[in-house]
């Protein structure tokens, strides 16, 4: 899976792909709230995220994997 270009972009692919494909990113379209939810889950179960990068992971999730309201809402 290529992820969309764009600022976050070697964040996921570095912190979120040690642990799963990154085809589970790709899969479902989800809101930033939960955006939000599952990078602070994923960073409670050991993700190299650190807390100054969460917010940059999940702006570049919402933006480009995240529903029309959230992507209407940049």
Same mark, same amino acid.
């Given at each position: 899976?290529?992820?969309?270009? +764009?600022?976050?972009?070697?964040?996921?692919?570095? +912190?979120?792909?040690?642990?799963? +494909?990154?085809?589970?990113?790709?899969?479902?379209?989800?809101?930033?709230?939960?955006?939000?939810?599952?990078?602070?889950?994923?960073?409670?179960?050991?993700?190299?995220?650190?807390?100054?990068?969460?917010?940059?992971?999940?702006?570049?999730?919402?933006?480009?994997? +995240?529903?029309?309201?959230?992507?209407?809402?940049?």
């Amino acid at each position: 899976v290529t992820l969309a270009d +764009g600022a976050g972009k070697a964040l996921v692919e570095g +912190g979120c792909a040690l642990c799963h +494909g990154l085809d589970r990113v790709v899969a479902t379209k989800r809101s930033k709230a939960e955006w939000q939810s599952i990078v602070n889950h994923m960073v409670y179960f050991g993700s190299p995220i650190s807390g100054d990068q969460v917010g940059s992971v999940v702006d570049y999730l919402a933006t480009n994997y +995240g529903t029309a309201q959230t992507a209407s809402a940049k």
